[in-house]
């Protein structure tokens, strides 16, 4: 028995790994994620509206943000497992209603950023999502949320 048999493999089915490259620093990108006055801005799919309510960043830190979407609220409620600025954030969290009550298996977001002299490029994984359908909301929802991510960039500094 090789040391291989004890990674533990993920399902391909229920993960979620989106590439983007942004056309703003490194450090920008990392505080766009990280500072809660940049995330109001941009946080959630196009056409939400979020507020921050909760966020002590450092290692078992918890994170809520409220969402209000044009089908209602949405809360995303968790806790930051590693801050590495401004290479690596990872967190562990799930949907939420309005009194903090899970409502979804819990993920874990892992956000790696390369610097591409200028620019960045964010590496987002998040898994393990309890269903393939899960695991494809959250990408229409990502997806959307980062190219609210590159509007947003386009005019901070």
């Known amino acids: ?12 089915d229920r993960v979620l790994k989106i590439e983007r490259v942004f056309d703003a620093p490194r ?7 990280t500072e809660p006055e940049h995330m109001a801005k941009w946080f959630g799919p196009r056409g939400f509206k979020s507020t921050v309510e909760k966020h002590d960043l450092r290692p078992g830190g918890a994170y809520r943000i409220h969402m ?19 290479k690596r954030l990872v967190m562990v969290g799930s949907w939420a ?9 819990q993920t874990t977001l892992t956000l790696l950023f390369d610097d591409l002299g200028g620019k960045t490029r964010l590496t987002l994984h998040n898994a393990i999502f309890e269903s393939t359908t899960a ?12 190219d609210c ?3 947003y960039l386009a005019t901070a500094r």
């Not at 450090?27 to 994620?33: C, E, G, N, P, S």
């Not at 209603?97 to 298996?105: E, F, I, K, S, V």
Request: glycine share 10%.
């Open 97 to 105: 209603d309005a009194q903090g009550n899970l409502t979804r298996p």
């Open 27 to 33: 450090d920008l990108v990392f505080r766009a994620w």
């Open 68 to 86: 209000l979407g044009p089908d209602g609220d949405h809360w995303s409620q968790g806790v930051f497992r590693e801050i590495d600025p401004p």
């Open 135 to 146: 695991r494809d909301m959250h990408q229409s929802g990502w997806s959307s949320s980062l």
């Open 1 to 12: 028995m090789g040391a291989a048999h004890n990674l533990v493999s993920e399902p391909a």
């Open 149 to 151: 991510l590159a509007e």
